[in-house]
């Protein structure tokens, strides 16, 4: 199937920052007097927005985080990304493909338009996505796994769900793009397959999304 519009996901699928920012995440919190892991932050909250970070420490321990927590943590995360992200490996080749063949792409993250930025112009991603394919979890009420952010991104793209197709390596941006009536791939460089169920199929290398995509 040829699709209208392809929809990537952020980190992890264009930026390699998820090492990064959950090895950033797991230190503040355990920081704060609770306890995480590398692998518990990859779990709990790799494809989140920040507000899943509150809401699982307070489900959890009945203890709010402090009101700065933030503007600290992206700080911490912005001078990580500015000294050492990367794109993921083969990421650019796929944009020039889906550009030559005329097919329409954009970005869907659960980060705020600040972080997609920062890591846009660190990698030099930003000469791909222009402001106006640029849509943040910031510009709708929730964030994934509801369908929200990738509806919005449609709906301003100008293409029906159904004619979308959704690249993701988040159990929670699998379960947003099936919610949202896209097909949806699961990227597994970093996440294992039966992390991402409901996914149309699955790839570990960027090299291989062409392919997949009928380019």
């Keep these: 199937m040829r699709y209208d519009l392809v929809i990537f996901d952020n980190d992890g699928v264009l930026v390699d920052s998820e090492p990064l920012s959950n090895r950033l995440l797991a230190g503040y919190l355990t920081e704060l007097g609770h306890p995480t892991t590398y692998e518990d932050s990859l779990r709990d909250y790799m494809g989140a927005a920040i507000h899943r970070v509150h809401d699982l420490v307070l489900e959890r321990t009945g203890q709010r985080l402090p009101e700065d927590f933030d503007a600290t943590f992206h700080a911490r995360v912005f001078a990580g990304f500015r000294e050492e992200l990367e794109p993921v490996e083969g ?96 990227f597994t460089a970093m996440t294992a397959e039966d992390r991402l169920a409901g996914a149309r199929g699955f790839f570990p290398r960027m090299d291989e999304l062409p392919g997949i995509l009928g380019l």
Excluded: N
């Design 91 to 186: 990421v650019v080749d796929v944009l020039k493909r889906l550009a030559a063949a005329g097919i329409p792409y954009c970005v869907a993250s659960s980060g705020s338009h600040e972080r997609i930025r920062v890591g846009h112009r660190k990698t030099g991603l930003d000469a791909w996505f222009p402001e106006e394919v640029v849509f943040s979890a910031e510009d709708v009420g929730k964030g994934k796994p509801a369908p929200d952010l990738f509806l919005h991104a449609a709906e301003r793209m100008g293409v029906a769900p159904g004619r979308c197709v959704v690249v993701e390596d988040s159990r929670l941006g699998v379960q947003a793009a099936v919610a949202a009536g896209m097909d949806v791939y699961g």
